[in-house]
């Protein structure tokens, strides 16, 4: 069965600094990858994903992830992060067989002015 | 009106009331999924329907009891919830066969059992 560990529960960045948050995946096949990020009070929305090919995936506000087998790790990035980017992410890896996305328990990212 | 729509957004509800969740997607997508989202745990997928039919209930209690009349409306309903389903109820939909696509989500109904 797949899984997902987001080492972080919570991250702190000063405004311009960059930013990495870990995640790290339990797929026996190329898994499908997710990054999503939650506000306050509303649902999640998709910033990336990868499934094949190029394994720097970019998304959108800027955010860019990195898929390394080797490692089992889907890492998302930013080089420069905005105030409005404090949020929480969420990855997630999606099921070949279909409709059993399993997501990891998220990391809180503060931003710092 | 475009994406994922959950109504109501906020709901509070006795343990021996029955309510329902609505959730209606104009993307023309074929899967809709409810999950639950509890402080401080993952988010929980309780059931997924594909073109109408119900592909997984993961073993939730019987007290949800889904209903996918197409595939663009799904609800969840309630009947004598305990405390802890207090949660922010989530649903999404997707399109295809595969996880690939990723999920539209909507905003989430704040589900409070007293």
């Known amino acids: 069965a797949q899984s997902v560990t987001q080492p972080d529960i919570h991250i702190t960045v000063s405004e311009g600094a960059s930013l990495e948050l870990r995640c790290n995946y339990s797929y026996g096949a190329t898994p499908y990858l997710f990054w999503y990020v939650q506000s306050p009070g509303q649902g999640l929305q998709l910033l990336l994903k990868?499934?094949?090919?190029?394994?720097l995936v970019q998304g959108i506000k800027g955010f860019e992830a990195e898929f390394k087998r080797s490692q089992s790790s889907f890492n998302l990035r930013k080089p420069s992060v905005h105030w409005s980017d404090a949020a929480e992410y969420f990855c997630a890896v999606g099921n070949t067989g279909g409709f059993k996305t399993i997501f990891g328990a998220g990391t809180r990212l503060f931003v710092k002015a | 009106e475009t994406g994922v729509t959950q109504t109501p957004r906020h709901l509070v509800m006795g343990m021996t009331n029955k309510k329902s969740l609505k959730c209606e997607q104009h993307?023309?997508?074929?899967?809709m999924y409810w999950y639950k989202q509890s402080a401080k745990k993952p988010l929980e997928l309780m059931f997924v329907y594909n073109f109408k039919e119900q592909t997984e209930n993961n073993s939730v209690p019987s007290r949800f009891s889904p209903e996918c009349p197409n595939s663009s409306h799904l609800f969840l309903h309630l009947h004598t919830l305990q405390p802890e389903d207090s949660a922010l109820y989530l649903c999404?939909?997707?399109?295809?066969?595969?996880?690939?696509?990723?999920?539209?989500f909507g905003s989430g109904t704040r589900l409070t059992v007293v």
């Open positions: 990868y499934f094949s090919g190029d394994t």
């Open positions: 993307l023309g997508h074929n899967a």
């Open positions: 999404a939909s997707s399109q295809g066969r595969q996880d690939q696509g990723g999920y539209t």
